[in-house]
């Protein structure tokens, strides 16, 4: 949590005064974890969530061990806080780690992954289609990024709350960005409340 690669994220956090999520694999006992942290524009790391959902199927992630909750933060922002929690990859496929979140109080849900989106040859795209549902059946936003190719399929996205795609990047090694309407997020969530609270 306090070594060298993390830092690098921080001070470029820091520097471009940007929030940042960075993945990483942290040494614990007797496994490491599968994690992600969220870096605030100060270089602070204000979340650290550890992947719930290892895939037992996948080396060298099937050395480490499951993460056991979920946790949501305020990221101060010019649009104002913002409840920020992260799902690492293959979380995203169980409903226990997105309910969690809803139930934290997540406006918007993040999500480094590491899998084909859109071309994988036995599913298709059911991955997007889940991630449209989570964030419809919640009112939250959802970004995921993607590796593009060729170690996966690129194809990163986000959704509003309503699950419609708000943009797709290529497949491509690329930046990519979109715009989150925040004031249309709180308009959603205040219209479709029951779903907030079930």
Request: hydrophobic share 40%; aromatic share 6%.
């Amino acid at each position: 949590m306090d070594g060298a690669y993390l830092d690098r994220f921080r001070k470029a956090a820091r520097d471009h005064g940007l929030a940042v999520v960075a993945t990483f694999l942290e040494q614990g006992c007797p496994k490491p974890f599968n994690s992600a942290v969220l870096i605030n524009q100060g270089g602070d790391i204000i979340l650290h969530q550890r992947k719930r959902h290892i895939c037992f199927f996948d080396i060298p992630e099937e050395a480490c061990a499951p993460g056991d909750s979920s946790h949501v933060v305020k990221l101060a922002t010019s649009a104002g806080d913002i409840a920020i929690g992260i799902m690492i990859c293959m979380d995203r496929e169980f409903p226990d780690a997105g309910s969690d979140l809803v139930k934290g109080g997540a406006d918007i849900i993040l999500v480094p992954n590491s899998s084909p989106l859109i071309e994988d040859p036995s599913v298709g795209d059911v991955r997007v289609a889940g991630v449209r549902a989570l964030a419809f059946q919640s009112a939250t936003a959802i970004a995921v990024a993607n590796y593009p190719q060729p170690k996966d399929d690129g194809h990163s996205f986000a959704v509003n709350a309503l699950g419609k795609v708000i943009g797709m990047a290529s497949t491509k090694d690329e930046i990519f960005t979109v715009d989150i309407d925040i004031d249309e997020l709180r308009r959603i969530q205040t219209q479709e409340w029951f779903r907030r609270v079930r």
